[in-house]
DNA sequence: AAATCCACCAACCGCTATAAT
DNA sequence: CATTATAGCGGTTGGTGGATT
């Protein structure tokens, strides 16, 4: 048969962590690094199963752990992930050195969401028009507003993503590629994005790093303290650096991926996906609503 | 001063994919 | 191959402390 049990139920202590647990926890991985939480806690003199053990050292004990506030950059690429990609909090992590999912969720769920909540009455989309009149979009902040063009672009995107695939489906002719990003590339929203790019005829500079990225994390080592570590972590951006404005910075402070990606092409056209949809083109962060009309249509 | 409300966040729960037996 | 545990993830809950009434 499987594996024998990871814990037993009764005897396992639930609740706050005390600093006396902490500190078992912490010397005892200091100690033998990090291998299987299911022996740990009992090895480590813990009345504690080992999922708790591996939550409460992923998300508080780990010494690369950033404490305090979000910094405008890193509310920025919270912003800009979750417009692109919805609640991977993990992702978010991976973008986010210092960071945990956990840590993220709960700023979007107590900052972020609540803000886009009160300000989302003061929207005005004119969206029953068919003219070419831009999205008219009165926020009070550029991040506020920053933030709400791409909820709505992500609204949009999933709506569009969820027809085409019932259309797909439909038809039972093209595979629906299996990779998101790519799909959502393929969209009509990555179209609007390359419209705009090439009307710029710039590139711009992205938040994500160029660095091939897979959102199956693999592992990396970080220079720390403690060896092992759990690292949930790929390609990082250091968002450390204080950045006052809204927009976001090249960021050249890209940390090197130990582990690389198999298949290369898939990667690469994933990621170049991601690059270009976070990349903000013109003025206008949303123009290409305005301009491109058929953005709202169904195919 | 006490009661209530609210915001924050650590921790738990439940689910899924993967790995081990 | 089937079964079961583990790891990881996202959603939710509950405790705590500060603000307000």
Known sequence: MGRGPCCDKDGVKKGPWTPEEDQLLVQYIQKHGLGCWRS????????????????????????????????????????HL????????AYMASQLPGRT????????????????????????????????????????????RHMVQWESARVEAEARLSMQSLLLKSKSTAKSHPDIFLQLWKSEVGEA???IEEKDGKTSESIVSDTPLSIKNEPVLLDDTVTPMP???TTVIDTTQEQEEDTCKPNEDVMTVSGSIGSNEFADSTDTALKLLLDFPGGNDMEFI??????????
């Not at 979750?82 to 909090?89: A, R, T, Y």
Request: charged share 25%.
């Open 40 to 79: 740990l806690p009992k090895n480590a003199g813990l009345l504690r199963c080992g999922k708790s053990c591996r939550l409460r050292w992923t998300n508080y004990l780990r010494p690369d752990i950033k404490r305090g506030p979000f910094s405008p950059a890193e509310e920025a690429t919270i912003v």
């Open 82 to 89: 979750h417009g692109m990609l919805g609640n991977k909090w």
């Open 101 to 144: 999912d956990n840590e993220i969720k709960n700023f979007w769920n107590t900052h972020l969401k609540k803000r886009l909540t009160s300000i989302g009455p003061k929207l005005q989309i004119n969206q029953s028009s068919s003219s070419s009149e831009p999205i008219n979009i009165k926020c009070e902040s550029p991040s506020t």
């Open 193 to 195: 994005f390359r419209i």
């Open 231 to 233: 690292s949930k972590t």
């Open 290 to 299: 305005g301009e491109e009309s058929e953005f709202f249509q169904l195919p």
